[in-house]
T-cell receptor, first 111, second 119 residues
Framework: QKEVEQDPGPLSVPEGAIVSLNCTYS??????FMWYRQYSRKGPELLMY????GNKEDGRFTAQVDKSSKYISLFIRDSQPSDSATYLC???????????FGKGTSLLVTP | GAVVSQHPSWVICKSGTSVKIECRSL??????MFWYRQFPKQSLMLMAT?????????EQGVEKDKFLINHASLTLSTLTVTSAHPEDSSFYIC???????????????FGQGTRLTVV
């Protein structure tokens, strides 16, 4: 079993919809949780970074971490066609540790 | 956010030749840099962890003599693919973590990636 599981999709939603992206993990030592957005043939771009359980909001994005369930989510409100990309969850045991990535979920927001 | 510059963004080389990829942290010092490889529609797979001034730590299955990593300064790490073969064709991405206390969290920032094609 991979340490980080993420449904690859693809996920297609109409413009303006709320998007929910999720990852589960098995390593209880993970402390840092990140969401990255990756456009085709580009490096990942950091969207959200959380350390503890709970919610963190930044504009249209909300990251949610539930350590007891080993489950993290990213919500995108009022989705836009420009949000179409692959979203990768990543997590690590601490600073200086490499990130463990999910496979990425491909999102398509249609006008 | 912090900026990590990776160069070149794409390269085509002949089988048997070597290719060097550079990763620079432009506005922060990076004690640790990571090198990843990503195949189409796959996640990023960690190849090696590079700490400034010491030897890189390679993941299982990654040949250290084939993928040479040098982290000579706090702002530069290089990956050299030696004697490249078509199966080495992939998307290579570096990331860098800042030294604590520089105003950035310890999240990793990624370069733009390098598309390597070996013909």
């Amino acid at each position: 079993q991979k340490e980080v599981e993420q449904d690859p999709g693809p996920l297609s939603v109409p413009e303006g919809a709320i998007v929910s992206l999720n990852c589960t993990y098995s390593n209880s030592a993970f402390q840092y949780f990140m969401w990255y957005r990756q456009y085709s043939r580009k490096g990942p771009e950091l969207l959200m970074y959380t350390y503890s359980s709970g919610n963190k909001e930044d504009g249209r994005f909300t990251a949610q971490v539930d350590k007891s369930s080993k489950y993290i989510s990213l919500f995108i409100r009022d989705s836009q066609p420009s949000d179409s990309a692959t979203y990768l969850c990543a997590m690590s045991e601490g600073s200086g540790y490499a990130l463990n990535f999910g496979k990425g979920t491909s999102l398509l927001v249609t006008p | 956010g912090a900026v990590v510059s990776q160069h070149p963004s794409w390269v085509i080389c002949k089988s048997g030749t070597s290719v060097k990829i550079e990763c620079r942290s432009l506005d922060f010092q990076a004690t640790t840099m990571f090198w990843y490889r990503q195949f189409p529609k796959q996640s990023l797979m960690l190849m090696a962890t590079s700490n400034e001034g010491s030897k890189a730590t390679y993941e299982q299955g990654v040949e250290k003599d084939k993928f040479l990593i040098n982290h000579a300064s706090l702002t530069l790490s290089t990956l050299t693919v030696t004697s490249a073969h078509p199966e080495d064709s992939s998307f290579y991405i570096c990331s860098a973590r800042s030294v604590p206390g520089q105003g950035h969290n310890t999240e990793a920032f990624f370069g733009q990636g390098t598309r390597l094609t070996v013909v």
